[in-house]
């Protein structure tokens, strides 16, 4: 029997906004319901402002909806759009650390879950670098190095591709493989399909706040994606599995 850990239900998220007759309330999540499962690999997508992002953050605690219930069993740790507003440490090495430090782990501990996360990144020769100096796909691994040590089961990936060349797209990718494989709770948010198509099982689109999709990855591919802006992963002579770079 599948474990469920993460539910929402009739999720919605209004904002204030400002217009020349005065404020107006805007509604960024509407009435969002989503159930996901122990081991899943989730591929949200959506245009620009279709909420993917306010829904991951309040799936991660980070902001509270203005209705609806959330029910999240594990803890989640999300790797952000821009690594360099997520790094903290001057090193690999030193980053990984903050977090574990922060939680008073004791030093034995953590030296133990440091080495794993290194190892496990593809990051352990470069534990004294600087960070500054790491590639984008390096930087992106090291977020998700920080997430691992801290024993984090469920990981957000939001837009993990962004400003990566070919070479960190497929560092990123070979990673997220390997999580996948060790059961990991994984939600990719992103609009490039043709990057991550077939690391999903199940495929979900935001549109305009809206969820107006929600289906196993191979009902995706039938659907209409250009009616919500996304542009369609496959050709005529493009199969499910040649949807991923690695």
Same mark, same amino acid.
């Given at each position: $029997?599948?474990? #469920?850990?993460?539910?929402? /239900? ?11 007759? +005065?404020?107006?309330?805007? /509604?960024?999540?509407? *009435? ?5 499962? /122990? %081991? ?10 279709? %909420?993917?992002?306010?829904? $991951?953050?309040?799936?991660? %605690?980070?902001?509270?909806? @203005? ?9 989640? +740790? ?14 690999? #090495?030193?980053?990984? &650390? ?11 501990? !953590?030296?133990? !879950? ?7 990144? =593809? ?6 670098? @600087?960070?500054? @100096?790491?590639? +984008?796909? *390096?930087?992106? !691994?090291?977020?998700?190095? =920080?997430?691992?040590? $801290?024993?984090?089961?469920v990981i957000i990936f ?8 070919? *070479? +960190? ?23 490039? &399909?043709?990057?991550c198509y077939a690391l999903a099982d199940?495929? &979900?689109?935001?549109? !305009?706040?809206? /969820?107006?999709?929600? =289906? ?23 199969? $499910? ?6």
């Open positions: $029997m599948k474990e #469920e850990i993460i539910s929402l /239900k009739n999720i919605s998220k209004t904002f204030v906004q400002s217009s020349f007759d +005065g404020t107006v309330n805007f /509604k960024a999540l509407d *009435e969002i319901s989503l159930t996901v499962f /122990k %081991g899943e690999s989730i591929l949200i997508s959506g245009a620009n402002g279709s %909420g993917k992002t306010l829904l $991951m953050s309040i799936i991660a %605690g980070l902001i509270r909806p @203005s209705s609806g219930l959330v029910d999240v069993k594990e803890r989640c +740790g999300i790797v952000f759009q821009d690594s360099d507003l997520q790094i903290l440490g001057e090193t690999p #090495e030193e980053d990984i &650390l903050f977090g574990l430090k922060n939680i008073k782990l004791p030093p034995e501990k !953590r030296k133990k !879950r440091l080495d794993e996360a290194l190892e496990k990144t =593809g990051l352990k020769d470069k534990r004294y670098y @600087s960070s500054r @100096s790491l590639s +984008g796909g *390096e930087k992106r !691994r090291l977020c998700v190095a =920080g997430i691992l040590a $801290m024993k984090f089961p939001d837009e993990p591709y962004a400003n990566l060349d070919y *070479e +960190g797209v497929v560092q990123v990718n070979s990673l997220i493989k390997e999580l996948k494989t060790e059961n990991y709770t994984l939600l990719i948010l992103s609009h490039e &399909l043709e990057k199940r495929f &979900l689109v935001l549109h !305009r706040g809206k /969820k107006v999709f929600d =289906g196993t990855a191979e009902e995706g591919l039938r659907q209409n994606l250009k009616e919500w802006s996304i542009r369609p992963p496959i050709t005529s002579y493009t199969k $499910m599995e040649d949807l991923i770079w690695i």
